[in-house]
């Protein structure tokens, strides 16, 4: 029997679809559930519009947020040391005078926010001009904490490309004027799954935009980042 008998044969078998209007009818259903899955990342893209670009092209900002990538042995993963790095661009090129480290510390034997502020003092930066978040568990907090308890107004976010466009519309939504700086990265397995993660990221995204709900943790304001650009002015 040729393939495509074979294919509509066992398409037969499957309810609703013995007939042309029953395929008919799947294949509607099937691209509205494909729209409305990518209508938050069309969202994304359209609400980020030119405010992402690079390190070269970023203006400059009070402060740098650097969003947490994961360890590997207690040291910044590779994606990691990448936005690390454009971090340390930034302030080397004073475009920023602060960086603000956001990670998670949710275990005792898990802190990224100490693995980036060690990496970020070890290459340079004053242990003054880099402020930690140890409870910076998505990119939400992150951004809302950010604003509510550190009292960032205006920030360059740094993070690959696959994510930044989400950082970049949550911290709008959470209060900070924002430019993001987006990381370029090698397109190895951990790329091809932080783009899929995106998708189910962006209509979570869309739900914290529109619900703005508070962090799992808030707690009172911290003065680091004052302190930091305090320290900062007398350069």
Known sequence: MPFHRRVTARLALVPGLG???????WFRAVVVLTVLALAPSTWLWVRSGDRVGTVRTAPAAPVAMVFGAGLFDGEPSPY???????ALDLYRQ???????????????????TDAMRTYLVAHGVP??????DYAGFDTWDSCTRAHRIFGVDQALLVS?????RRALALCQAAGIDSYAVGVEEPHDTTWYYGGLR???GAGKAALNVWLRPDPQFLGAKEPGIARALADAGTD
């Open 127 to 132: 242990a003054v001009r880099v402020v930690g």
């Open 160 to 164: 690959q490309r696959f994510h930044v």
């Open 198 to 200: 995106e998708i189910p």
């Open 19 to 25: 007939s042309r209007s029953g395929r008919r009818r």
């Open 80 to 86: 990691l040391a990448g936005r690390l790095d454009a």
């Open 94 to 112: 004073h475009k920023v005078r602060a960086i603000l480290v956001t990670g998670d510390n949710s275990r005792t034997d898990y802190d990224e």
